[in-house]
């Protein structure tokens, strides 16, 4: 074979700022391709999968260049594409391609020597092993969570990465990390006949074996039909064909049926009748005109649509269109609780083309999805519904980008790295497939709407609710007045308890928002004022009562409630504040009888329970949902008549240069949750402060005001969309260090960015997990290069690192951090 390039360059899934350069073996039989995954070691023992990144023929002076180990793939898992997209929000976001590459592959991709290792024990064919894989099969069986760099030590089998993945591919293995405890892959089981099976019904009257068993003659004739592959989903034969367990277990246990179990793909399979025919109200046929045309000219719109006015009708019809032309779809998500309620809608219309792609998948069900999406135009997915990390799958003709409610918070990625926001990196990506991309949402981001306004983004607005239904009718409950009067119950007023008994009366259901989980913020003994902290955080601990322990939300640590107060001895602790835990709990007393659920992230930790929450909820088997800000992502409801916002203040006083702006977004949301179906809907907003001008352009349903005061505001203090925002977070072990580190960085900085560079300070919380926080603030001006700024500051960070007394110091970039 004719060997064209002689040397790769490699991504590596380390946090490492360059390319390792290797060496393809003369005898290679494999032609190397840009995308490929390879076997490359690093270090004395170690061995990595890497992504073959450049071909050339270019030999680094002074180098050891050291020979690839193997190869894993036969042809690219990675497109081109893709590695633009890496390239881009490696350099935009300043981290490395390597930290990309962890993001932007499923675990099972991306094998590393320390990985654990863990047994398919349902798994019962090996007929496609090879010694190889049957040494590994064998060990495993004998030893569990192994890694890697174990299994190829104690099997004597090198480059053993390569029968792992094909041992993954085929779900007979997993990695034990990316597998969550309360969480097992769903399974398919099929039957079919086994060997003996197969003889018996070659006989002649093998039937009056059976004359006392007709079902299981039945059965037998049936599996022996010409069915796919021969095999019958066990489902199928239990719901469709009505077989018995008997049935199947008599045969099962005379040797006459095989079961063979295999994990079930996250592709959508779909039993629903594909809907055909759809219509589009006058005004959201309007708006689907106007996006059309937008798109004619602006490669970003956004449809500044009200809440409940059908802005998904809008995003199937352009769907279609572009699935139609042969082209793929993307649909972003900000919320996991999302994909669920959407895959329903859309797959009426889309039937099995759908592929649904989120982190509550395990490994296995990500990598079936990712498989999928690098097969033929014929058998890909044309449509990928899910969260921010869908934007890495491996789309070939990507025409159009939906990033459905853009404003929210949850599309940026701040903890690990890469600190990537994913609407930002989205358009990006369409722009590298000529894709169009759709903004939706009833409360734009201040950076989309000012881009909308330079006529940068197309903008759309659909003014009116589907079907002319009024928008609810808001209500302030004065906490102020009604604890002045003494009549607030626990935390409600008796405005919002009212209109709480009238709905239940009128058997409608109730959505109550406060957006803090757990039962209190915090206990204290109330003769002392000792408040009980995190040992390894500077905050204090929240009471948690169904479990009834003290949680810190910051390192997870979690401690018993005293009897006694540690300091003073005093048996009168008390609670402070209050979370969903206490709003649930109190309703209970309150209500006697009436059906509480409660939606935040205590409660959604499985995989399953947001589906489990919300259907229970959609159906009516609960009257009143309690929730944290999930509940303001998009949810329908039919039947929910009342919203409640238990604790404006706490949103409206948070200390940050977007607290109003959330605060607006996040109770504009909420109360869009009320009366979406056929009848006018109620929103009750509790607060201590009904003049505040949010509060106020809340209730006008008055954006363009709210944004006019933002708007000036940010011009004049000097935030986005004005500037453009990093925040560098140094970490520290010790105090003084990372003092020191912080003032002295700081120093540098300002040498270079002059008034541009605040700090540093002290964040909110200033430890957490025993690393000592101190953060610095850049912000550089539109008109200046963000790129430049982005090189000195690199240049600086550099010098710090490498200086000895700070080693020990970790730096975090966060670029457009809020």
Not at 30 to 48: A, D, F, H, N, S
Request: with cysteine; glycine share 6%; charged share 25%.
């Amino acid at each position: 074979m004719s060997r064209k390039f002689s040397f790769v360059d490699v991504i590596l899934p380390l946090a490492i700022k360059e390319q390792y350069t290797y060496r393809i073996p003369e005898n290679n039989v494999v032609t190397p391709e840009i995308g490929m995954r390879i076997i490359v070691p690093l270090g004395q023992r170690k061995l990595y999968t890497a992504i073959i990144y450049r071909l050339h023929n270019h030999q680094p002076d002074n180098v050891n260049i050291r020979e690839i180990s193997d190869f894993i793939d036969e042809k690219p898992i990675v497109r081109e594409t893709q590695l633009k997209l890496w390239a881009w929000i490696a350099d935009y976001y300043l981290t490395t391609l390597g930290e990309v590459l962890k993001a932007g592959l499923p675990g099972g991709l991306k094998l590393e020597s320390e990985s654990k290792i863990i047994l398919n024990e349902s798994f019962e064919d090996f007929s496609k092993l090879n010694e190889r894989q049957i040494l590994i099969y064998e060990y495993l069986k004998r030893n569990t969570a192994v890694s890697i760099s174990e299994i190829s030590r104690k099997t004597g089998i090198t480059n053993v990465q390569k029968d792992i993945g094909k041992m993954m591919d085929a779900d007979i293995i997993f990695i034990e990390e990316r597998l969550k405890a309360d969480y097992q892959p769903k399974k398919e089981i099929f039957l079919q006949l086994s060997e003996n099976g197969r003889e018996l019904l070659s006989r002649v009257g093998w039937e009056t074996e059976f004359t006392r068993s007709p079902r299981q003659k039945d059965l037998l004739s049936f599996l022996s039909q010409s069915l796919s592959e021969g095999k019958l989903e066990l489902r199928q034969a239990l719901l469709y064909e009505n077989f018995s367990l008997n049935i199947i277990n008599s045969l099962f246990s005379k040797g006459l049926i095989d079961k063979r179990v295999k994990n079930k793909p996250a592709i959508i399979n779909s039993d629903t009748k594909i809907r055909e025919g759809f219509s589009l109200s006058t005004a959201q046929n309007k708006a689907y005109k106007e996006i059309k045309s937008s798109f004619i000219t602006k490669e970003v719109t956004l449809l500044h649509g009200v809440t409940s006015s059908g802005k998904t009708e809008i995003y199937i019809s352009l769907i279609k269109e572009i699935i139609d032309e042969g082209r793929q779809v993307l649909y972003l998500l900000p919320e996991i609780a999302l994909t669920s309620q959407i895959v329903n809608r859309l797959k009426e219309v889309f039937g099995d083309s759908i592929g649904v792609f989120h982190s509550k998948f395990n490994d296995s069900e990500r990598v079936s999805v990712y498989l999928k999406m690098l097969e033929s135009p014929e058998k890909e997915c044309k449509l990928i519904i899910g969260v921010r990390s869908a934007l890495f799958l491996p789309f070939r003709d990507l025409g159009l980008v939906i990033i459905d409610e853009e404003h929210e918070n949850t599309f940026k990625q701040f903890d690990p790295a890469p600190r990537y926001h994913a609407r930002d990196s989205a358009i990006v990506l369409a722009s590298f497939h000529q894709a169009k991309v759709l903004l939706g949402t009833a409360t734009p981001s201040m950076e989309t709407y000012s881009n909308c306004k330079s006529g940068k983004y197309g903008y759309v607005e659909l003014k009116e609710r589907y079907r002319g239904l009024m928008l609810p009718e808001i209500l302030i409950g004065d906490i102020r007045k009604s604890r002045l009067k003494k009549e607030m119950r626990s935390v409600f007023t008796p405005l919002l308890i009212k209109h709480m008994e009238e709905t239940l009366k009128n058997r409608k259901q109730i959505i109550l928002f406060q957006n803090r989980r757990g039962y209190s913020t915090y206990i204290e003994c109330e003769t002392c004022g000792w408040v009980p902290q995190c040992k390894s955080c500077d905050v204090s601990f929240t009471y948690h009562k169904h479990g009834n322990f003290l949680l810190c939300h910051y390192c997870g640590s979690n401690s018993k409630i005293p009897a006694k107060c540690p300091k003073c001895n005093s048996s009168r602790i008390v609670s402070k504040g209050f979370g969903t835990e206490l709003v649930e709990d109190e309703i209970e007393l309150m209500l006697p009888g009436v059906k509480v659920a409660r939606l935040d992230l205590d409660s959604t930790r499985s995989k399953n329970s947001f589906d489990r929450i919300l259907k229970s909820f959609g159906e009516g088997s609960t009257d009143i949902l309690v929730g944290t800000q999930m509940l303001s992502k998009g949810l329908d409801f039919d039947n929910v008549a009342l919203v409640g916002i238990l604790n404006a203040d706490q949103m409206l006083n948070f200390p940050d240069f977007r607290a109003l702006e959330r605060s607006f977004q996040l109770m504009s949301q909420v109360s869009g949750r009320a009366g979406r179906k056929n009848k006018r809907g109620t929103v009750i907003i509790q607060t201590t402060d009904p003049s505040h001008p949010v509060i106020q352009q809340i209730l006008a349903n008055d954006f363009l005001s709210f944004y006019k005061d933002q708007n000036a505001e940010r011009q004049e203090f000097h935030y986005p969309p004005y500037v453009r925002m990093i925040k560098i977070l140094i970490k520290s072990k010790d105090f003084s260090e990372g003092k020191n580190a912080s003032a002295d960085l700081a120093h540098e900085l300002r040498k270079v960015f002059g008034k541009r560079v605040l700090g540093p300070h002290s964040p909110l919380v200033s430890r957490v997990k025993n690393w000592y926080l101190h953060q610095i603030i850049l912000k550089i001006e539109k008109k200046a290069s963000f790129q430049r700024a982005k090189l000195l500051l690199n240049d600086k960070i550099g010098m710090l690192e490498t200086t000895d007394k700070f080693r020990k110091v970790r730096i975090n970039i966060d670029v457009d951090p809020y």
